[in-house]
């Protein structure tokens, strides 16, 4: 194709329709790193399970659907369903990224901070005890369904520990980068914890994967 028709192709086609005309990639379900069983007895199997196999999988249809109608709201120019369309977009764009993180937040085997994520820390909470107890009061007091965060400010360069409403994702919502999140929605514990969300977000420290969360450190601080 010469030049030429491609300077006359991109003057008579509308900047957003070229953009949507590329052939997007579908989300998919991340494969885990471990068994379901493994993070037993902190939280079972068939949590496990159906949180990745029914849970997570509806967010990344969903979040498909969704963008199969923006594609095509957007090659028709039809404005109001493309403004119609953030809801769902936020919703199941944020519930497969925050479920994407937290499968790799997660192991079964024994993992403990980078000394530069330890520094920052103690620098930023006086301990990892101190973060951990932050984390976990700030994950239970989330009001219905929600996620409790250690994010990253890349402005300030400190670590925050905040919480998030539904499925809102992180740095959308607060511009910290995510680095380790707690699912406090009722079908990440229910099952096993009832109605003792506490329980469970206490727990949820012996299976953190240090090593992963701090990569994410070093990636988002470097
Ligand atoms: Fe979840």
């Known amino acids: 194709m010469s030049a030429k028709i491609v300077q006359n192709m991109l003057k008579s086609v509308p900047f957003s329709r070229l953009c949507m005309s590329q052939i997007r990639t579908k989300a998919t379900l991340p494969t885990l790193a471990f068994e379901y069983k493994d993070l037993e007895p902190i939280i079972s199997r068939d949590i496990m399970e159906i949180h990745h196999q029914k849970h997570h999988n509806t967010y990344v249809v969903n979040y498909n659907n969704t963008l199969d109608k923006l594609q095509t709201a957007v090659t028709k120019d039809d404005t109001a369903t493309i403004i119609s369309l953030a809801p769902a977009l936020r ?17 079964p085997h024994s993992t403990k901070p980078s000394d530069n994520l330890n520094k920052a ?9 101190e973060f951990k107890k932050q984390l976990a009061t700030a994950s239970i007091a989330v009001q219905g369904s929600g996620w409790g965060w250690l994010g990253f400010n890349p402005q300030t360069k400190k670590l925050s520990v905040v919480s998030c409403a539904n499925q809102d994702p992180l740095f959308p919502t607060t511009g910290l980068i995510p680095l380790f999140g707690i699912d406090v929605w009722e ?3 229910y099952l096993q914890y009832k109605n003792v969300r506490a329980d469970y977000v206490n727990a949820i420290f012996e299976v953190i994967n240090w090593d ?3 990569k994410r450190f070093a990636e988002a601080s470097a």
């Open 187 to 189: 079908h990440a514990y």
């Open 212 to 214: 992963a969360v701090s």
């Open 91 to 107: 919703f199941n764009g944020g519930g497969h990224i925050n479920h994407s993180i937290f499968w790799d937040v997660l192991t």
């Open 121 to 129: 820390l103690i620098e930023n909470f006086g301990s990892c005890d």
